[in-house]
Nanobody
Framework: QVQLVESGGGLVQPGVSLRLSCAAS????????MGWFRQTPGKEREFVAARSWNIGAFVLYGESMKGRVTISRDNAKNTVYLEMNSLKPEDTAVYYC????????????????????WGQGTQVTVSS
């Protein structure tokens, strides 16, 4: 089992930056794929970003936030980060951290159904 705990959400004004954190525990993540998704009421979870933890290095970004978001990880802290810049009101959502127990390939990397471990989510609200 892997436990994921997100933090860093909140109410921010348009145009600012925000960094979300996802602390992982439970087992080594060496061959895992880590992802960030977001969801608004009545809509499906939307892919934001994914990366390999250590093995088979890749980074992938969804179209909705491409160019404004960076996914990174800190091995020593067993934590994945999502740095979001130039936030817009339409970025308002619950942001979820997720882990897949293998290195995903191709379109699987952006598919929420391929991720088996999920955090509880953190609310990000962008409003003036």
């Amino acid at each position: 089992q892997v436990q994921l705990v997100e933090s860093g959400g909140g109410l921010v004004q348009p145009g600012v930056s925000l960094r979300l954190s996802c602390a992982a525990s439970g087992r080594p993540l060496g061959a895992y794929t880590m992802g960030w998704f977001r969801q608004t009421p009545g809509k499906e979870r939307e892919f934001v970003a994914a990366r390999s933890w250590n093995i088979g290095a890749f980074v992938l970004y969804g179209e909705s936030m491409k160019g404004r978001v960076t996914i990174s990880r800190d091995n020593a802290k067993n934590t994945v980060y999502l740095e979001m810049n130039s936030l817009k009101p339409e970025d308002t959502a619950v942001y979820y951290c997720a882990a897949a127990a293998s290195l995903l390939h191709g379109s699987s990397r952006s598919s929420s159904s391929k991720y088996v471990y999920w955090g509880q989510g953190t609310q990000v609200t962008v409003s003036s």
